[in-house]
């Protein structure tokens, strides 16, 4: 690695996956400390947090663990104050934590709303929240949100996810509004559209379901946590510093290209 971002501080939230393989969250802090980043690893437990930053201090880069729920103010605030104290910055926030809950509006349930709106919408905001003052002490920054291709497209077949598309699609707006209050102070906001990824998150769908997924992509080739980790040290980076406000598909080509009828 070239040291593409050394002398920052990044917290990553969700950075542990819940499973075993390796999700966008844990490759994301892998390459982040590749390229020099002092990583925050924040989870609600800290085991599987604390397994990977030993893989990272192994790997020579440094990590430290936050264990925390940031759907919840207190915990928000907490982290950034660990970030700070440890580490005397903090620069790169990305945003990773996410839940999945089926359902349309006739049959989600109002518990599994809340979550997914909480999880993967509200979470984002409290982070930022507590991390955008921090940035502005340092002098910028780089916000990172985690999104889907089910908040970007309509995608039948599926028995619904309305909580999920209605949080991820959230995070576009929010995105956006952020770009716009903070370019004044050199803090960019930009979005990552996950793509039809093979993560632990989705390896309950089985391989059926993994190989619909791969057909249905223009590419007709299987993503994975590293295709959006690299993407996110891209933005992180002062590579993208005239780079704010974008939604940034990498999705094997879904979002933009629609098979021709013959």
Known sequence: MTG??????????GAA?????????????ILFAREGAKVVLVNRQAGRA??????????????????????KAD????????TTERYGR????????????PGTPETVSLADWHRALETNLTSAMLCAKYCL??????GGGSVIMVSSIAGALGLMGSP???????????LHGFTLSLAADYAQHNIRANCIIVGSVNTPMVAHLGPEARERRRQMVPLQTEGTAWDIAHGAVYLASDESRW??????????????LRAWPR
């Not at 915990?75 to 660990?82: C, I, R, V």
């Open 4 to 13: 593409r971002l050394a002398g920052k501080v990044a917290v990553v939230t």
């Open 243 to 256: 780079v704010t406000g974008i939604l940034l598909p990498i999705d094997g080509g879904l979002c933009a």
């Open 133 to 138: 003052p921090r940035m502005k002490a340092g």
């Open 75 to 82: 915990d928000a605030e907490a982290m950034a104050d660990f």
């Open 90 to 101: 903090l620069d790169i926030l990305h945003n990773n934590v996410g839940v999945g809950a």
């Open 50 to 71: 604390e397994a990977l930053a030993e893989q990272i201090r192994r790997e020579g880069g440094e990590a430290a663990v936050f264990a925390g729920d940031v759907t």
């Open 160 to 170: 619904g996810a309305i909580a999920y598309a209605t949080s991820k699609a959230g």
């Open 17 to 29: 996956p819940r499973g075993e393989g390796v999700g966008n969250g844990m490759a994301t802090a």
